[in-house]
Nanobody
Framework: QVQLVESGGGWVHPGGSLSLSCTAS????????MGWFRQAPGKEREFVAA????????RHADSVKGRFTISRDGAKNTVYLQLYSLKPEDTAVYYC???????????????WGQGTQVTVSS
């Protein structure tokens, strides 16, 4: 089984940047794809980005495309999310999750991290 742990969240001014990471660990596991989701208070969880483990295919939500970039380091079992030009509406808890395929829907993901808080405000 696999466990996922996110880190790198924090507070930044609008227009600032952050880099999030998610590291997978466990006794034995195989990751085919990993995604990032976010959930703001009172809002439903939404898709942010996903990547297959080869790193050759990525997918980004329209709301973040051009500002956020997903990447991975296979040797470290780690996926990253680089956030640029942050807006107050980006404020949310960001979760990483593992899946069997690259997907934008939550039901395709079977393992989730605990989340890391990103706050964007003046």
């Amino acid at each position: 089984q696999v466990q996922l742990v996110e880190s790198g969240g924090g507070w930044v001014h609008p227009g600032g940047s952050l880099s999030l990471s998610c590291t997978a660990s466990g006794s034995r596991f195989v990751i085919y794809a990993m995604g990032w989701f976010r959930q703001a208070p009172g809002k439903e969880r939404e898709f942010v980005a996903a990547i297959n483990w080869s790193g050759r295919s990525t997918r980004h939500a329209d709301s973040v495309k051009g500002r956020f970039t997903i990447s991975r380091d296979g040797a470290k079992n780690t996926v990253y999310l680089q956030l640029y030009s942050l807006k107050p509406e980006d404020t949310a808890v960001y979760y990483c999750a593992a899946a069997k395929i690259l997907a934008a829907t939550m039901n395709e993901y079977d393992t989730w991290g605990q989340g890391t808080q990103v706050t964007v405000s003046s």
